[in-house]
């Protein structure tokens, strides 16, 4: 077996194609597409899939939005099964304009090799998380909006499940704390583990399996426990 890292083929296009902030989410035909992220601050509208077999990169397809900090979730039940739903996002160069960061999503048809329209969620976000639940939904947490009357970042502690067969959005439990660039896991019982993340404030930070809280010092005060599993720090699929 393999246990060194190998160079594969760079993305075709030269530096025009360099990007960061984009995803990566494996279809279900076990190609791997790459999409959007930023290119000198400027979100971007291309993707790519990547054939392991070949060990080669497709042409350029065109995403429906520019946008970069989004999520990228294979979908694997329902009527887009093996497909990729892609979520919210910086899609402006000027966060701070209005509809720069977006609510929108789209999903990439691995069949016919295409971007199409899927349901917008209920809130603007990016730099949120996105996990596959066992159900075949895909549940979307926190991220983060530009608030414009404040002229700050609100970092957001809303989730929402997407329900794959049906394009649709429902709510489910807020986050004790708001967060962007935090970890979501769906570990083996089918739950959701939620981890770290950033507030504006305090970096979270984990210390066990079991609970994940705020660590920060802030005007003195030692931070506090703000979830524990079982409770809050776990969403039942």
């Known amino acids: 077996s393999k246990t060194a890292f190998e160079p594969i083929a760079p993305l075709p296009g030269g530096a025009g194609v360099a990007r960061s902030s984009h995803t990566a989410a494996v279809l279900g035909d076990g190609r791997a597409l790459i999409a959007g992220g930023f290119n000198n601050g400027n979100p971007l509208n291309t993707a790519f899939l990547f054939d392991n077999r070949t060990n080669s990169w497709s042409a350029a397809y065109t995403m429906l939005s520019a946008r970069g900090g989004h999520t990228a979730t294979l979908i694997n039940k329902g009527p887009n099964a093996g497909n990729a739903l892609i979520c919210g996002g910086q ?7 209005a509809g720069a960061i977006t609510e929108t999503c789209e999903i ?8 199409k329209p899927a349901a917008s ?9 996105a996990a596959a639940l066992s159900s075949g939904n895909i549940f979307i947490s926190g991220g983060m909006q530009w608030d414009g009357a404040a002229s700050t970042f609100t970092y957001l502690a809303d989730n929402e499940i997407y329900d794959a067969g049906n ?3 429902g709510p489910v439990t807020a986050l004790l704390q708001g967060r962007a660039y935090h970890a979501i896991t769906t570990i083996n019982n089918g739950n959701i583990m939620i981890t770290g993340g950033y507030n504006g404030v305090n970096f979270f930070n984990l210390t066990t399996e079991e609970k994940w809280y705020y660590d920060g010092i802030v005007a003195g005060i030692a931070g506090i426990i703000a979830q ?3 409770s809050h720090g776990y969403l039942d699929a």
């Open 91 to 97: 899609t402006g160069a000027d966060y701070t304009a």
């Open 108 to 115: 990439f048809d691995a069949l016919t090799d295409a971007f």
């Open 121 to 129: 969620m209920a809130a603007a976000r990016m730099n949120h998380a």
């Open 167 to 169: 394009n649709t959005w």
């Open 228 to 230: 524990h599993a079982g």
